[in-house]
């Protein structure tokens, strides 16, 4: 499966700006991929101001979503303000090729931020099938949380879109890594770069890494789309010879 991430800076609270600078950012990929990833609330930053922004699931950014996989006849990911019933949720959206929409609502909050005062919290881990794949979407700070995305489910790619500011960068390169090689899955860390209107500077560190914990796309700090491809076959070669997850503990997670 080929992959493209495409890091970006992001224009504060302004919708119509942020889809503008993506289409043509997707537009400009020649060649043909799989699954386009983006960061998190792409269309807004990290926003606590939800009644400014937040849109509905038959909204403009859908649609326009959905318009776009279709032309590409791609897959693309990435989280947005959806307002539901009296409620908000900062939703990832997996739109297929076909239109079709799965979606996930980040369930770990981030209370630094009072993400929580203004956003409801998802209840549901998603697993995507997609091209033979199964995909595990998360958010941001929910790479804190290994309970959660633990790998129960044999999933083949853990994807996290993120807001991550540069002051604690460390922490999302080890835990990208640390998730990898604990649940032998490839994994995606699709974060933003630039500033925002709280003065927090964001350096990007997107980065792919295998199941072993070895990058296939390096640790990135400039605007670009970068693109790669995933193999299946190696990852399930390397399971077959190191059977790590058949010895995990089983559990259930509680609200």
């Known amino acids: 499966m080929k992959v493209a991430l495409i890091q970006s800076p992001l224009v504060w609270e302004n919708p119509t700006a942020n889809r503008n600078y993506f289409e043509k950012k997707i537009n400009a990929i020649t060649e043909q991929v799989d699954l386009i990833v983006l960061p998190e609330m792409f269309t807004t930053g990290f926003t606590m101001n939800p009644y400014k922004v937040a849109e509905k699931m038959h909204g403009e950014t ?6 776009l996989a279709k032309t590409k006849v791609a897959a693309i990911t990435g989280s947005v303000i959806i307002t539901e019933n009296n ?22 909050l981030f209370t630094l931020a009072g ?5 409801s919290p998802g209840k549901k881990k998603l697993i995507i099938d997609y091209l033979g794949w199964k995909i595990c979407p998360l958010i941001c700070y929910d790479l804190r949380f290994p309970v959660f995305s633990r790998n129960v489910e044999n999933y083949d790619l853990l ?4 807001n991550w500011p540069k002051t604690r960068i460390n922490a999302w390169d080890a835990l990208l890594k640390a998730r990898a090689i604990e649940n ?3 994994t995606i860390g ?14 990007g560190h ?10 296939l796309i390096d640790i990135q700090e400039n605007e670009d789309a970068y693109i790669t ?5 190696n990852l399930l070669v390397f399971r077959n010879k190191f059977g790590f997850l058949h010895d995990k503990d089983f559990f259930t997670v509680s609200d």
């Open 87 to 108: 409620n908000f949720y900062n939703r990832l959206l997996f739109v297929f090729p076909s239109g079709e929409i799965q979606f996930y609502d980040k369930r770990h």
């Open 184 to 186: 032998m899955s490839y």
């Open 115 to 119: 993400e929580e005062k203004v956003y």
């Open 229 to 233: 491809t995933l193999h299946k076959k």
């Open 159 to 162: 994807v996290y879109v993120a």
């Open 190 to 203: 699709m974060n933003r770069i630039g500033s925002d209107t709280n003065n927090l500077e964001y350096n």
């Open 206 to 215: 997107s980065q792919i890494i295998d199941f072993s914990g070895n990058h």
């Open 62 to 67: 859908v649609i326009w979503l959905q318009n």
